[in-house]
């Protein structure tokens, strides 16, 4: 078992500049959620999927888009980036609902916006 | 508004010491809170308190949950170490859509030789 897998570790960006960071996890859990975290600021929700189908913003949605692929895989997309996107950026799924089933979280991708 | 708030920002300490790290809350339908340690990538699950169990022990490590005064704290007994590391709480707000984690500003904890 992987857990949770995320794409790219790294990436570099120019402001405008689109890309989508890619999670897939393999514990057949039916929630997941990205975040992100920025020093000092704890973990932030961006978007979240409580279940195959659905996806519902979080605390910072605005310049995100999200897509649930199917039950293994939920994307994130930075259509237009911008240097206040920078960020580390974290999937995290759960095989029921947040706060009743723990949260496994993925490597994180780390982003820089110039 | 939910919220939830940690305290120190940080500490450092000896191997040895105890430390106490604080969370508290202001959240609507309580239903649980969880604490997570983040070393060098992904945070991973320490503890989750609910109001049927309101302390859990893990080793050096302990937590406790005080519903009436709607906080948390994490013990750390004799720390090493390789407890250097964040540490984060969360809470889970209760959405038609569904729940939804909410993270304190975490807690750095430096442990020295």
């Known amino acids: 078992n992987a857990g949770v897998t995320q794409t790219p570790k790294f990436q570099v960006l120019k402001t405008g500049q689109s890309m989508t960071l890619q999670c897939a996890q393999d514990?057949?859990?039916?929630?997941m959620y990205w975040y992100r975290q920025d020093p000092g600021m704890g973990l932030r929700l961006i978007y979240y999927?409580?279940?195959?189908?659905?996806?519902d913003k979080g605390e910072v949605p605005n310049g995100y888009n999200v897509s649930r692929l199917n039950k293994r895989e939920f994307s994130l997309r930075l259509e237009s980036a911008a240097p206040s996107q920078t960020s580390v950026y974290f999937c995290?799924?759960?095989?029921?609902?947040?706060?009743?089933?723990?949260?496994?979280f993925g490597p994180g991708t780390r982003l820089t916006v110039l | 508004e939910d919220k939830v708030v940690q305290s120190p920002l940080s500490l450092v300490v000896h191997e040895g010491d105890t430390v106490t790290l604080n969370c508290s809350y202001e959240?609507?339908?309580?239903?649980?809170l969880l604490w997570y340690k983040q070393e060098k990538k992904a945070p991973t699950f320490l503890f989750m308190l609910?109001?049927?169990?309101i302390e859990k022990k893990s080793g050096r490590l302990s937590s406790i949950l005080d519903k009436k005064e709607l906080s948390s704290i994490l013990n750390i007994t004799a720390t090493q170490t390789g407890d250097s590391a964040i540490y984060l709480c969360?809470?889970?707000?209760?959405?038609?859509?569904?729940?939804?984690?909410?993270f304190g500003g975490g807690t750095r904890v430096l442990v020295k030789p």
């Open positions: 995290a799924s759960s095989e029921g609902l947040a706060g009743v089933d723990e949260q496994f």
């Open positions: 514990m057949n859990h039916n929630s």
């Open positions: 999927s409580a279940s195959e189908g659905t996806t």
């Open positions: 959240v609507t339908n309580f239903r649980s």
């Open positions: 609910t109001s049927s169990g």
């Open positions: 969360a809470v889970p707000m209760i959405k038609a859509a569904g729940n939804k984690l909410t």
